[in-house]
Every structure is written in structure tokens, then in C-alpha cells.
């Protein structure tokens, strides 16, 4: 069975920090780069960041550079997606993905699985 399950999510201040996970099954892990994206209300889902599977190579949207890190632990099928610096505009429901193959991609149609999400709202 395929299955994504994204955790972490809530409420935080601008200003702090967040650490989504991403739990996937075996199928929907090994030998992919996985990638994270999200998408506020009334916007199209975005790209935030991906992580190759062979030399764990990280690539980040200009928005997140510098803010957000990617890290992906292969013995336990899990990726991370640590946020600090949190602005309101980060807002929103993030998604983990798997590639379609090991390299990854900015591109929405380079995944074929999805977790249904996970809710990030920054407020005061």
C-alpha cells in the first residue's frame, strides 16, 4: 500500500519555528526524491523544496531559501521539512510528495503519490 502521512503542523507566532514529518511506506519512499509543497487559500499549490534519494542533494523555492531545511532519514522511510523564521504569508496546507524517480523536480506533475496534508498557520 502507498501512503504519505505528513504530522507537525499548527499554529505558531511569526517568528518561530515548525518541523513537519512525512511518514511514507516503502513503496512510496525508496529510490524517490521527495519534495514538499503547499498552497494557501485561493492559491494554486506551490513548490517549497526537494530532496534527491541517492546524494540527498536539497533544492529550495527563492520564498523558503534560507529558512526552511529539508532532511530525509532512509531507514525509516520518513522526511523532514524543519521551518524557522515563520511569516503569515507561510501559511497554509503542506504536502509531502514522491518523485517519480530519484532526481526530483519543482514541478507538481514530477510526483505520482501524495499525503493529504498538514495544516501550518502563523499568527499572532
Known amino acids: 500500500q502507498v501512503q504519505l502521512v505528513e504530522s507537525g503542523g499548527g499554529l505558531v507566532r511569526p517568528g518561530g519555528s515548525l518541523r513537519l514529518s512525512c511518514a511514507a511506506s516503502?513503496?512510496?519512499?525508496?529510490?524517490?526524491?521527495m519534495g514538499w509543497f503547499r498552497q494557501a487559500p485561493g492559491k494554486e499549490r506551490e513548490y517549497v523544496g526537494f530532496?534527491?534519494?541517492?546524494?540527498?542533494?536539497?533544492f529550495y523555492a527563492d520564498s523558503v531559501k534560507g529558512r526552511f531545511s529539508i532532511s530525509r532519514d532512509n531507514a525509516n522511510n520518513t522526511v523532514y521539512l524543519q521551518m524557522n523564521y515563520l511569516k503569515p504569508e507561510d501559511t497554509a496546507i503542506y504536502y509531502c510528495?514522491?518523485?517519480?524517480?530519484?532526481?526530483?523536480?519543482?514541478?507538481?506533475?514530477?510526483?505520482?503519490?501524495w499525503g493529504r496534508g498538514t495544516q501550518v498557520t502563523v499568527s499572532s
Open positions: 510528495a514522491a518523485g517519480k524517480d530519484s532526481y526530483g523536480s519543482s514541478r507538481l506533475s514530477a510526483y505520482d503519490y
Open positions: 530532496i534527491t534519494w541517492s546524494t540527498g542533494r536539497i
Open positions: 516503502v513503496r512510496a519512499f525508496s529510490a524517490r526524491a
